[in-house]
């Protein structure tokens, strides 16, 4: 199983959760790539990090909105959302390739990972972008989105995602933030979820119901509450449970 954080994700002399404390736990690091969040001096100094301890990089593209921290939808044109998301891999790939690393997966952000998930035009876009920049790229996303069918049809490889500290709704869909029941805090929850997530392939939704969750990655927020505690409970929880933890994209 992989284990992933969004890191990076500070602005200036702003940081948000702690990067350093999360590559020492995580396997694959969603670097943010400036437009959500995220700067230069942070790409560098978090893939530098990240290449040191042997943690995939993968770019996390989001929405030109530093203000709204990438979850406010924004209703964009086809190609401009293509050429903005390739803006944003080419960035982080050129601080990775200062160290003799290259960007390994894309991974969208908040509103655009929403909207990606049932919009057919902001779901092609991405995957024209990763097609155009680089065909051998994985796509993290949610299982059966709208991302994840154009995707396979595209030819690339889709890897499933799961979220041990997020709800979910029955239908398999999360609970939008906004609504109670978006986050799990408890970190020994979390790591319960994790576990059954890479062992039983399901998970507990808000109403009771278990429904499958078949993924190869499990994603934990950087800038959730305890977000290293939880992320420490899950490592240790999975290795508890005999799960071998490495990252997905080679």
């Known amino acids: 199983m992989d284990l992933n954080a969004d890191l990076g994700e500070g602005f200036g002399i702003w940081r948000l959760g ?12 969603n670097v943010a790539c400036g437009f959500h969040g995220g700067d230069p001096s942070t790409m560098r100094r978090v893939s530098e990090a990240a290449v040191r301890r042997g943690v995939a990089v993968g ?3 989001g929405y030109r909105d530093l203000a ?25 790939d050129a601080f990775c390739r200062l160290f003799r690393a ?22 092609a876009a991405l995957v024209a972008a990763v097609n155009e920049y680089d065909d051998q790229l994985p796509v993290l996303c949610s299982p059966g989105s709208m991302l994840a069918q154009l995707a396979v049809g595209a030819g690339l490889r889709v890897v499933a995602e799961g979220f041990a500290d997020r709800g979910y709704l029955p239908t398999g869909m999360l609970v939008p933030r906004s609504a109670p029941g978006a986050l799990v805090t408890d970190p020994e929850q979390v790591a319960e979820r994790a576990v059954r997530m890479a062992t039983e392939r399901t998970v507990v939704a808000v109403d009771g119901t278990v429904i ?10 950087g800038d ?9 409970m899950v490592r ?9 933890l490495s990252p997905f994209a080679g």
């Open 68 to 92: 709204g921290f990438g979850r406010r939808h924004i209703a964009y044109d086809f190609a401009e959302l293509r050429d903005e998301v390739t803006y944003q891999l080419g960035a982080l």
């Open 236 to 244: 240790a929880a999975l290795i508890d449970a005999g799960v071998p």
């Open 18 to 29: 702690d990067d350093e404390a999360l590559l020492d736990l995580v396997t694959s690091a």
């Open 102 to 123: 290259r960007v390994r997966y894309l991974k969208p952000h908040g509103a655009l990972y929403h909207a990606a998930a049932s919009e057919e035009s902001q779901a």
């Open 224 to 232: 959730s509450p305890g977000a290293v505690a939880s992320a420490e």
């Open 59 to 61: 770019a996390q593209v």
């Open 212 to 221: 499958p969750c078949p993924v190869e990655s499990i994603c934990l927020h």
